[in-house]
């Protein structure tokens, strides 16, 4: 093989690797176990079943990129963003509503915490995750949850 050809697939492999960074199963699942960490409660655990509904769901999206729920039987987080937005970006912007969540009440402020609750739901067990790009260049995340998560007045943890 051509030296030429060498560098070109060593190219090729090298961006794939910054395509999926932060964005592999373990980066989405690290970063909600680091949130659910710090708020004391057991880890999630990945869910191939919550990742082949996950990427079927957004890739239902890819032409029109409509961000919009799937209203399906698992609890949902979604995040679009322009160009590149990784798993982990996806699952900080979810967390970072936590100053919006009044846990001693079992409150969100103007219900700007929800995604975070989700993220931290102590009797969800394992989440699933899927992204692709759409057809407008906007990126489409979903992390998909088992058991649901946000029931009407019970906390978070």
């Keep these: 093989m051509k030296t030429s050809n060498l560098v070109f697939i ?3 492999i090298s961006m794939c690797s910054i395509c999926f960074a932060q964005s592999s199963p373990k980066d989405f699942l690290d970063a909600h176990n680091e949130a659910r960490k710090e708020v004391g409660v057991k880890p999630l655990k990945w869910n191939e079943t919550l ?7 957004v890739d239902s999206k890819k032409k029109t990129c409509e961000f919009e729920h799937s209203y399906g039987p698992y609890g949902e987080n979604l995040a679009q963003g322009y160009e ?3 798993g982990v970006d996806s699952v900080k912007m979810w967390v970072s509503e936590k100053p919006y969540y009044d846990h001693k009440n079992n409150k969100c402020v103007n219900d700007e915490c ?3 609750t989700q993220v931290v739901w102590n009797s969800t067990e394992s989440v699933g995750c899927a992204r692709t790009k759409c057809d407008n260049n906007w990126m489409f995340v979903i992390c998909s949850y088992y058991p649901v998560g946000n029931i009407v007045g019970i906390p978070a943890y």
């Excluded at 990742?51 to 769901?57: E, L, N």
């Design 10 to 12: 060593f190219t090729i």
């Design 51 to 57: 990742v082949d509904y996950a990427q079927k769901y």
């Design 84 to 86: 590149e937005l990784t």
């Design 114 to 116: 929800l995604h975070y």
